[in-house]
C-alpha cells in the first residue's frame, strides 16, 4: 500500500438483509471484539451493510478510489467468490474471517470439529435420523459443516438430512414444519444460527410436537436468543467476542507490515439445555 494512503478505519461489508442483521446477534457480538481490539490502536471499524455481493465490491471499489480504509475484513468467504481478487486488484489488504481464500490471513473456526461434537450430542442420546437446517450452500463454512456432518453421521450408524436455508426466521419455521410433516420425520434438528432454531421452536410447539419429548433442537452460537427460548435451547456455544477480538488483532499486524499468523477459533462446545433429550420409544 502507498505510504501517504493511511487511515484510522478498517472496512467490514455485510452482504444480508439490514433485517435479517437487525435481529441476528452474532454479527453485533462478532463487530463489538474487533471494535475493542482495534480501538487499543486507535482504530476503529467503517460499517457497511448491502445486500448482494455485487453491491459489496462496489462499496470495495468506493473505498480504495476514496482511500477511505486500510485493511478489510473478508466475511462469509464461498465457492467461486469474487471478492479476493478485487481485492489484491485494489491492493486492499485483507483479512478473512473464516476459511483462507488465496493466501490471505485468516482468523478460522472449527467448524468439522464442533459440527462432530454436535452430532455426537445427539447420536449419545440415542437419536438416529437428524436432520440439519443449514445456512445458504455456496458458503464454504455450510460445505464445511455438510461434509463433517455426513462422515460423522456415517460413522455413527445414523441417517443425516439436510436442508438448506438462508439464516431467516421464516427458513427456520418454514423448514422445521416441512421436516416434521414429512414421511419419516427426524427426531433430532441442527440449526446453522440462533434465529432458525428459535424460530424452528416455535414452529414446533404450534404443530403440537413436543420440545424435547418428541423432537430435539440444537442451535449454532449461543445467544440472549437462545437462552431466552422456552425451553432454553441446546446450543453450539463460540465465544464470538474473542473470535471479533482475534480478527482485530490480525488486522492490526496486516496493517502495521508484520507477518499475520493463521489463527484459529477453539472448538465449539455443546450446551445442553431443555431442548435435547432421548428420543421417544
Known sequence: MDDAWSTSA???VLARPPRLLGTEPFFMEFIAGI???????GRSVLLHVVAHHAAEIDAYRRWARQRLVDAVVLVNPSVDDARPAVL??????????GEPTRGNPAVRRDDAGSMRAALAHLADLGHRRIARISGPGALLHTRTRTAAMLTAAADAAVEAVVVEGDYSEEAGARLTAQLMTGGDPPTAIIYDNDLMAVAGLHAAKESSVRVPGDLS??????????????????????DVHTFGELVGESVLRLVDGESVPERWCATETVVARGTTAAPPV
Open 10 to 12: 478498517v472496512g467490514l
Open 35 to 41: 471494535e475493542e481490539r482495534l480501538a487499543t490502536d
Open 88 to 97: 489484491r486488484e485494489l491492493r486492499l489488504p485483507v483479512v478473512v474471517a
Open 217 to 238: 433442537l440444537i442451535a449454532w452460537d449461543d445467544s440472549s436468543l437462545c437462552r431466552l427460548a422456552s425451553p432454553a435451547l441446546t446450543t453450539m456455544s463460540l
